[in-house]
């Protein structure tokens, strides 16, 4: 089953702001991370997925209905949760995902008890009781989280879901996440500015930028492409440059730093041997992180491979 | 190092029973659109809410079951109808311009405020629908503020009758009006203060919009009254909620609502005139929450 398909799918604003423009893309279910940088188009895709916004042109499908025709349908399957605060300060978590839930369809005892549970499941136990006004934004977030699951969705919708979090309450927010793909079953789509975080936890991740498709695919694929050796020395660099260009390894310069594709586990030694024989200062030699960013600098990184 | 614990497995391990997925029924639109209702009206008088939120919709509900009891009191003693259940409605309605503009903003204008649209719209209920459970709230809760304090004074009434089944007939027969007069009262009042409350969501402003639209016509409707002309002083009512109401109430419960004294105003032959207007002015208000709403919080 496709998770996710558009076709040509396209959104203008008053037909000037063009949000999203002939977006085609096909995704499986799993975690899927949407990227892009802010005003992407990220949240408009996921409002026309939910049907809260029609699209202009083009048509998109979620767990195969029609958003558009099928809006209902689709709202009863899918968890939303929204990037801005969207949560009364007078009510107790508890309360409040218990009426959310009922609002989802659910009978009143079982609204309640999968309330319980799923507040439980975000990490929120006696706290719930309180009132939601006096809970840290992390807690606010897990309340967010929690009403998007509380009536078991096939589907989760998060947009921004670490949105001003500090870094403990990321990893927290996304090993939940991971929890939530992997062991519960639901498949997930986070949107998210930021690639570092996503790459993490993501099966396939989506990246759009000014409303375009820039890639969509498994994030193996993507990794293997992209992965980059960054080696820093701290003298003597372009010796050193000059040495990998002539040994045949396609070097980039990036500040102080030198880019080299890992192509095999021989580039290691490779380059290793060459500081050695150069006798220079290694500073630093290491897998360069958020690789995935390659994506969104210049292509070059990509077709060296 | 540590002392034997008897317990093998740390606590956390022991709640984790993992997630379960959930097969059992979904149901549908009446059921959901039913719920928000409930809770509307649990809103409205505060309950699930926090005590602050209880104080203000009580003290209203006080004064009016204070008011009902003593002339129910009176009654039973002295034998003398101060109001019928009609002219009671009438004589609250001060009062039910406050509740409005307390509670309305509680429903509708925190729900703007707190962003919590998307949450409702994302789910399986109808644009059309919040608006009107919201509305049926509120429309229930002055209805019930209105008719509440009505029966306390039937029962009083009553159970204090010398003319045994009859009397009691006569009573009920005096009463039905009373709470039909109550129900205009409601929707009217309902609709106009959900759809000022609707466009803020700044509680205050919202109860000071319900406030002002409310008291700020009937000083039209007093220079309308003393102007020469008696058709004009006939229809200076329509330029008031509360007058209008009353032309209503005049139009088709005079009986009960003009006793001796000429209290409200003379509609004349206008009546249906009013009765249309109100109509028109429900239609109009409901319409347009409908329009407000067809919009708020997709884009």
Known sequence: MTLIATQSLTKTYGGRVTALSDLTLSVEPGIVGLVGANGAGKSTFIKILLGLLAPTSGQARVLDLD???DAEAVRARVGYMPEHDCLPPDLSAAEF???LGRMSGLPKTVARERASE?????????????QIGGYSTGMKQRVKLAQALVHDPDLLLLDEPTNG??????DAMLALIQRIGAEFGISVVVCSHLLGEVERICDALVAIDGGRLLRSDHISAMTTATDVLAVE?????????ARLA?????????GRMLLVPLADEQTYDRILRAVAELDLPLHRLDQRRHRVAELFAPRETVSVN | MSTETTTPAPAGVIHDIGYQRYAGARLGRRYVAGSLYVHGLRTAFGFGRSAKAKIFPWLIVAIVAVVAAGLAAVRSQIGEVVLTYAQFADAMSWLVIFFVAVVAPELVSRDLRSGVLPL???RPLHRADYVLAKLAALITAVWLLLGGPQLLMFAGAAFTTDKGMGGVWDEVLDLLPGLAYAAIWAVVFASIGLLVASLTGKRAFAAGGVVAVFLMTTPIVGVLMVMPSTTVNRLAGLASPSSLVQGVGVWLFEEWLVTDTPTGIGVGRFGPVYGAAALLLIVACVGLLLARYRKVASA
């Open chain 1, 165 to 170: 979090l500090d870094p403990a309450g990321r």
């Open chain 1, 97 to 99: 995902v218990t009426h």
């Open chain 1, 67 to 69: 958003p558009v025709t």
């Open chain 1, 246 to 254: 002539e040994l045949g390894l396609p070097v980039r310069r990036d």
């Open chain 1, 118 to 130: 799923a507040l439980r499941h975000v990490g929120l136990y006696e706290e719930r009781y309180r």
């Open chain 2, 120 to 122: 409702y719209f994302s």
């Open chain 1, 233 to 241: 020395v701290s003298e003597g660099t372009e010796e050193l440059a």
